[in-house]
């Protein structure tokens, strides 16, 4: 599965869009990108995922760029509550089942 | 509610004891996994299974075991052979047919002395 670059942390203001990007440029044709987020001391919940059209669901929207090496996670209008670590992992469709690297992801602070 | 349980949230014990770390979920999934996480790290894969009554090691095995006895449980043993085993350890479980969608519990936090 591909690697992925993400920034340590990130802040926003509350009511405003949060857009974070991740970096997977050596992603091959059949890997998906999915999205998880970790409040702290809880576990991860899955947010979307994408392989190559962008997504949309209630929680966030999912931009994948034309050459697939990058891809932003957008919170359209962010809450207090929004403030977790998100983890941009790279998945091929084959891969072994349980094969989810969460890397350090990003911490977004959301503030008021 | 349709959801992963674990038990207990906060779990004590001295050193050299095997500890049995509870996971359960009712959401008929086929796949369930267990992950580790150390402070300020990522999560990382202890064991998964996909099937009952068949299980794989995942990247750090060595020290814990599994048992998948029925589709709703997959419970999680410590060991006294695993050497650092102070964690947050949190269980998932996926669909069959979309087994990158991981469904966490709310994780158990471990701590030998």
């Known amino acids: 599965d591909a690697k992925t670059t993400q920034p340590t942390s990130m802040d926003c203001a509350e009511g405003r869009a949060a857009n974070l990007p991740c970096n997977h440029s050596?992603?091959?044709?059949?890997?998906?990108v999915y999205w998880y987020r970790q409040i702290h001391s809880q576990g991860p919940q899955y947010i979307i995922h994408?392989?190559?059209n962008n997504e949309t669901n209630e929680m966030a929207s999912l931009i994948i760029t034309e050459d697939r090496k990058s891809s932003t996670l957008i919170l359209p209008h962010a809450t207090l509550r929004d403030t977790a670590v998100y983890y941009c992992?790279?998945?091929?469709?084959?891969?072994?089942?349980?094969?989810?690297?969460f890397g350090r992801g990003t911490q977004l602070t959301v503030w008021p | 509610d349709g959801g992963i349980t674990q038990s207990p949230k906060y779990l004590f014990r001295k050193e050299g004891q095997n500890v049995t770390l509870s996971c359960e979920q009712n959401?008929?999934?086929?796949?369930m996994y267990w992950y580790r996480q150390d402070p300020g790290q990522g999560l990382r894969l202890i064991y998964y299974?996909?099937?009952?009554?068949?299980?794989q090691k995942g990247d750090i095995a060595e020290g814990y075991s599994v048992s998948r006895e029925k589709k709703e449980s997959f419970p999680l043993t410590v060991t006294s052979a695993q050497k650092n085993p102070t964690a947050f350890y949190l269980c998932?479980?996926?669909?069959?047919?979309?087994?990158?969608?991981?469904?966490f519990g709310p994780g158990t936090r471990l701590t030998v002395t």
């Open positions: 998932a479980s996926s669909p069959g047919q979309t087994p990158g969608e991981q469904y």
């Open positions: 959401l008929n999934h086929d796949a």
């Open positions: 992992i790279v998945r091929g469709r084959g891969s072994t089942l349980g094969r989810l690297y």
């Open positions: 050596t992603i091959s044709g059949n890997e998906y």
């Open positions: 994408g392989l190559k």
């Open positions: 299974s996909q099937i009952v009554n068949d299980f």
